[in-house]
């Protein structure tokens, strides 16, 4: 039985660094794209909304990824509850899964929130199409 | 083989395994898609089957359990997945929705 402990703390491990590939990634990703807003388009826009929008769509993208990491390292979580024997350990689990918790929910609302930002006006306002 | 001890273990590593293997399907499906919010679906799904698995062992693990100690510490660990457990669904939901990531 302890050799099923064991393993489930590897797997929490290996889960845990497909989390932080994802987040490396994420950020390498970010990096690439902010770069490339600062080489001039072809197409120029003299209010900037367009660049502004896609300055947004970088932030947003790396926060679905992030949000996306949070929920691998949630799913880690989930499986070091298997193997949590002190009152130590089990008192810095709840910490480190309520902190993820609450970080995960206000990424998403942050998220829902610039979509609602770009999207609301067309769904919910306008009643002529188009 | 009958003692309930090997089959909570059992059962645990069973819900493990549902974890790692959706996280692994949503790695796969990350470099395949690139789409977040299917990636995060398909975590969330794995941990919420996973997690009834292990609320199944826990149910198993009272039981073994005999000390105010061993209770406490039960307690706090069913505690703290079933928030997990409330949120995940609560999540899932929400990706599901007319608001959903993507």
């Known amino acids: 039985m302890d050799l099923l402990k064991q393993m489930t703390i590897w797997l929490a ?12 990634l994420a ?13 001039p388009s072809r197409d ?4 900037g909304g367009h660049h502004q929008d896609a300055k947004e769509e970088v932030r947003l993208r790396l926060g679905r990824w992030l949000a996306v990491a949070l929920e691998f390292e949630l799913a880690a979580d989930i499986l070091r509850t298997a193997v949590a024997p002190t009152w130590n350990e089990i008192g810095q689990l709840a910490a ?3 902190l ?9 609302e942050e998220i829902d929130k610039a979509v ?7 769904r919910g306002s306008s009643p002529v199409p188009g | 083989v009958l003692h309930p001890e090997t089959w909570i273990a059992l059962i ?16 796969i499906e990350m470099v395949r898609s690139q789409d977040p919010a299917a990636v995060r679906l398909l975590v969330i799904q794995g941990s919420l089957w996973g997690l009834s698995l292990k609320t199944a062992a826990s149910l198993l693990k009272t039981i073994e ?18 928030l997990v457990k409330r949120v995940m669904t609560w999540e899932e939901a929400h990706l599901h929705g007319p608001a959903g990531a993507r």
């Open chain 1, 13 to 24: 491990s290996g889960v845990e660094a497909a989390a932080a590939v994802l987040i490396g």
């Open chain 1, 96 to 98: 480190i899964v309520v």
């Open chain 2, 12 to 27: 645990e590593f069973a819900g493990a395994l549902l974890i790692v293997g959706h996280c692994v399907a949503g790695f």
């Open chain 2, 65 to 82: 359990i005999q000390s105010w100690e061993q209770i406490a510490a039960f307690t706090a660990i069913f505690a703290l997945r079933t």
């Open chain 1, 100 to 108: 993820r918790t609450v970080l995960n929910y206000f990424l998403q």
């Open chain 1, 27 to 39: 950020a390498i990703e970010a990096t690439l794209r902010s770069l490339l807003l600062f080489v």
């Open chain 1, 44 to 47: 120029p826009d003299p209010v």
């Open chain 1, 116 to 122: 609602m930002r770009r999207t609301g006006p067309v």
